[in-house]
Structures are given as structure tokens and as C-alpha cells.
């Protein structure tokens, strides 16, 4: 099947993976390789695990999952953003330059992505937008010290702009830029955007990374930050003209993550106060993914303040009813805007209400005071705060699922669960266990400070035991007639995939290694059955040569 036929078979299809080289070339497939379409919000693996994975590599080189592509499209009227994922352990190319391990890279139409030993596959991208100029145009500055602004834009709104961004300072001979985004807002010269101030105090696994602020001469403020690539969880879940509910376990992981980073935040007196299915990024569209919190432009930083918040802010849908949205918009004008209805103000809990509503959604696909879809129908039923688990929906959801909705959805703040008590909730405690391990496994693990230049070399493909520096060795040396048996040529770790390893021997044949940690690199992990090692003495220090 051709791309023109995968164009006519699926309109869905955003782009296509398109071999570049003959099909009798493709010594890494296991048969001859047609055009591989991606679509929106669905991972398309490459690897040797025939289970796992929609294109099958089998050559020795390639990992179980050795690269992943996707497609991000937030709505219909915007330009899809296609990524590739470099998860393996020999490494893949991007137009000639090598990713590392973990990294995330836009891709462009025409790019050329090489899995070493086994296939070249050209991107083509189906829907189209030039950008050249853009930044220009718009006034923005297209280098920021370091930084270097491109023209592919991420979001926009009334806020300002999103677009991708670059750190020169990570720029390295023969590697890919590692991809960052930057937030540009319009704003006065005389302070500091307060989302800003806020995000940079912050360092947690579920909150976006700010990198570097900037105050341009034309009254914008740059906000260098991570690049999220999984889209929303708005895009997340919508199929078609509808939201789809997730499983039970994989809406529990979502709600977890979302609890950590409220629980974070409140302990550092910070409030979010938008918090909703479009200000919650995925690291990439699939279950497990590792959930980001972002858009703090209406966050409030309690910290040195006062404990009750007075301003009506945020998205009515997700509002909790204390903070003062009325249905008739008429009434605001009869009060001041720094004021509720009832005067009290309101706390941190309305981020648990707004929590509530997402873990609605999330369940069941529909929000829990929608009504007819007008703002004044959603303000008017959250006031009342009825809900019903009766519907259809409801169905196949556990009766502690409910409890935890029906507990965050509380009209009576007191009885409201808050950041610390909802980890406490039988939905949550039940599962601690699990929840836990996951959590540490994917999430926190997953999560690596931006690298040093040196160690995006091969570094990565050894195991952590590797010192290629031990001063502490003792440097006790083996007469020439004995080391010479120690170490035969290691044929097994060639197998493997590790020429590199061999370079550092080769590169340094006079670094001495204790025979332990020697037997810890090669003889376990790497399953080294060839390695021919003569053994001295279990206690000596040994020396490749």
C-alpha cells in the first residue's frame, strides 16, 4: 500500500513513515516494509518485540522498543505536531545527527530518521504550515542569550505564544538540539510576570521545568520551559466531537499525579486556580504517561500572604461555587471584582474541587454540571452541587470511585478533602501499595535533569557500575605474562550492541579494574557467555589490556 492509498484508506492519518531505501536493503525487517501511517495520539513502535511493537526490526542491534512516533493534534483548525522518541539502547539518527537515549524530538517534513543497521525511513507530513518570518513578524526577539528561538509554534491564546526553543549552551557536534519551549507574554516592563516567580521557586515531577526568565526590550517576558510532548489531556481524550473515559487504573493514575503536585504545591502556598483538562500535559499520549501541571497565569503564592483568596478567576466548568462565578454576568458589575458574593474569599481547596471535576471526566466522559452547556448552567449546578451515579457511565466505576468524586465535589468546604486527606481516601489508600511503586518505577525515574555535553556520548549504553575514572583503584599492575590471559576478545558484549564499550578499553588500556565491578559490567547484565577471564584472585585488582 502506497502513501496515496493509506491517504484514501484513513483520513485520520496526520503523516507517514516512508522507507527510503530498496526493499532488498531492509536487512533489519523481517519482511519487506510498506509506508507506516501515524495518527493522532497513538504511538507507533519500531522494535525487535513482535508483541509490543507495529513495525518489527530484527536485527540483534535493535532494542525490544527501540524508537516511538506520534502526532499531537489539539483541535481541527490547528497543525498537528509530530514527534519521534529515541528509547533504545544503540541509539537512532535524525537527519544524520544521533538523539540520546530518552530524548524527544520534533519532526519536519522531509526529515530523515536512521535506525542503525536495519532501516532509513523519510517523515512525511500530511498537513503543512509555514512559519518562516513568524517570529519577526510577531516582534519577538529570535535569540535570548543562549536561547534561540525557532518559528514552530506550540500554543497561542490571548496569553501570548508558545513556540520551540533551543539552548545553545547543550549544542553538540554530531547531536540533535535538545528541543525546550519558551512562553512569550505581553507585559509591563516595571515587574516580573508573577506565573514566572512562581513556576521558578518549584521542582517537582509533575509541575513544568522553568529554565530562564527574560524581560525583552518590547515589553515581552520569555519563559524558557520544558517541552511537554504528549499533548493535553483534553486532546488526550477527545475522539471525534466527544471526551472518551479512560479505565479505572489508568484515570486512578491520572487523579494520583495530580494529587502529588497539589500536595506539592500547597505545601509551598502556592494555589493553582485553573487547573483543568487543558492545563494538564502528557509526556507522551499513552496509559502511564508521566502527567505535567501547566498555565500558572492566574496561580497565587500564599506563602508570604494572606490565606484566603478574594478574586473571581479561572474556568466556571472547573470553579469551585465558593470562589463566585454567577450565572448572571450583569451581577458583577454591582461589586467589586476583588470580592466574592459572600465576602469570605476561599482557600486551596477549590484546586481539590477543580480535581473533582477532571476525575468526573476522566471516569465517565462527561462533566459532572454541564447541563446545557452554558456558562450560566454550569455556575447554577455547581452552586446546587448535585450529582447522580445512576447513569450508564456510571456503570462500570467502583463505588470507591464514586465516594472519591463525591468527596472532592463537596458544596460545604469543611467536609471538602484537601491535598493530604485525599491520599487517605479508600479509592487511593487501597491501592498505596501499587500506586507507589508505579509511581517511583515510571514517573520519578523517568524524570532526568537536563544532561552535561560530555554525557550525551556512550555514557548512556553502560550500566551504572562503569567508573571510567577510579582514582581509588590502587594501581597495582599484573607482570605482561599474566595479563596478557586476563581478557580475550570480548565477542558476547560485540553481540550486544556495545562497541563502545570496547573503545574505552582500547582508549585506555592501562586503567586498572577491580575484578568484582569488572564481573558486575560484563559476566551479569550483559550476558557475556564468550568473554574469555582468566581469574587470579577474587581480591586482586585487575588490568585490561
Keep these: 500500500m502506497g502513501i496515496g492509498d493509506l491517504a484514501l484508506a484513513d483520513r485520520e492519518v496526520l503523516g507517514y513513515l516512508e522507507p527510503v531505501a530498496a526493499e532488498n536493503e531492509f536487512l533489519g525487517c523481517k519482511e519487506p516494509l510498506a509506508a507506516v501511517a501515524i495518527t493522532k495520539n497513538k504511538l507507533v513502535k519500531m522494535g525487535r518485540n513482535e508483541r509490543e511493537c507495529d513495525v518489527v526490526l530484527s536485527h540483534p542491534s535493535v532494542s525490544s522498543v527501540h524508537c516511538m512516533f506520534w502526532a499531537i493534534r489539539f483541535d481541527e483548525d490547528s497543525v498537528p505536531m509530530y514527534y519521534v522518541n529515541d528509547c533504545s539502547l544503540n541509539g537512532i539518527q535524525l537527519n544524520g545527527l544521533s538523539m540520546k537515549r530518552g530524548q524527544t524530538c520534533l519532526l519536519d517534513d522531509g526529515d530523515i530518521i536512521t ?4 532501516i532509513d525511513y523519510r517523515f512525511v507530513a500530511r498537513i503543512k504550515l509555514t512559519t ?3 517570529v519577526e513578524q510577531l516582534g519577538f526577539q529570535k535569540n535570548v542569550e543562549n536561547w534561540h528561538i525557532t518559528s514552530k509554534v506550540v ?4 496569553f501570548g505564544h508558545v513556540l520551540v526553543a533551543n539552548n545553545t549552551a547543550f549544542a553538540n557536534s554530531g547531536r540533535q538540539a535538545i528541543n525546550f519551549a519558551v512562553k512569550i507574554i505581553k507585559m509591563k516592563p516595571s515587574r516580573l510576570d508573577k506565573e514566572a516567580k512562581i513556576l521558578l521557586k518549584l521542582a517537582h515531577p509533575n509541575i513544568i521545568k522553568v529554565h530562564k526568565t527574560f524581560a525583552g526590550s518590547s515589553d515581552h517576558l520569555y519563559i524558557f520551559q520544558d517541552l511537554i510532548t504528549g499533548g493535553d489531556l ?17 484515570a486512578l493514575l491520572i487523579v494520583y499525579q495530580i494529587l502529588h503536585a497539589l500536595r506539592y504545591l500547597h505545601s509551598q502556598g502556592v494555589v493553582h486556580r485553573d487547573l483543568k483538562l487543558d492545563n494538564i500535559l502528557l509526556c507522551t499520549p499513552e496509559p ?9 497565569g492566574i496561580a497565587k503564592d500564599l506563602s508570604s500572604s494572606r490565606s484566603r483568596m478574594h478574586t473571581v478567576v479561572g474556568t466556571p466548568e472547573y470553579c469551585a461555587p465558593e470562589v463566585g462565578f454567577k450565572a448572571d454576568r450583569t451581577a458583577y458589575k454591582e461589586f467589586a471584582r476583588a470580592a466574592t458574593f459572600e465576602q469570605q474569599g476561599y482557600d486551596a481547596k477549590c484546586d481539590l474541587w477543580s480535581l473533582g471535576v477532571i476525575a468526573h471526566i476522566v471516569l465517565t466522559g462527561i462533566s459532572p454540571f454541564y447541563g446545557d452547556g452554558s456558562e450560566a448552567s454550569i455556575i447554577r449546578n455547581a452552586k446546587v452541587g448535585s450529582l447522580s451515579f445512576s447513569s450508564r457511565q456510571w456503570s462500570k466505576v467502583s463505588d470507591h470511585a464514586k465516594s472519591f468524586v463525591r468527596r472532592l465535589l463537596e458544596i460545604d468546604v469543611q467536609k471538602r478533602l484537601d491535598s493530604r486527606s485525599a491520599f487517605h481516601h479508600s479509592w487511593i489508600a487501597k491501592h498505596k501499595g501499587q500506586l507507589e511503586k508505579l509511581y517511583h518505577k515510571r ?5 532526568e535533569t537536563t544532561p552535561k555535553v560530555e554525557e550525551l556520548d556512550w555514557k548512556r549504553k ?5 567508573n571510567l575514572s577510579p582514582s581509588t583503584v590502587p594501581k597495582k599492575r599484573w607482570p605482561k605474562s599474566t595479563t596478557e590471559t586476563l581478557f580475550s576478545c570480548p565477542r558476547g558484549l560485540i553481540r550486544q550492541g556495545s562497541p563502545s564499550f570496547l573503545d574505552v578499553i582500547a582508549t585506555r588500556s592501562s586503567t586498572l579494574w577491580n575484578y568484582s565491578k569488572l564481573n558486575s559490567i560484563i559476566v551479569k547484565p550483559m550476558l557475556c557467555f564468550e568473554c574469555s577471564l582468566y581469574k587470579k584472585s577474587r581480591q586482586k585488582t585487575w588490568l585490561i589490556a
Design 115 to 118: 535506525v542503525p543497521n536495519a
Design 132 to 134: 518562516n518570518g513568524l
Design 155 to 158: 500554543g497561542s491564546g490571548t
Design 234 to 250: 483534553f486532546s488526550y481524550l477527545a475522539k471525534s466531537d466527544c471526551l472518551s473515559p479512560v479505565s479505572e487504573t489508568e
Design 288 to 296: 502511564c504517561a508521566r502527567i505535567v501541571l501547566a498555565d500558572f
Design 443 to 447: 514517573i520519578v525515574q523517568d524524570v
Design 462 to 466: 553502560l550500566p551504572k557500575t562503569v
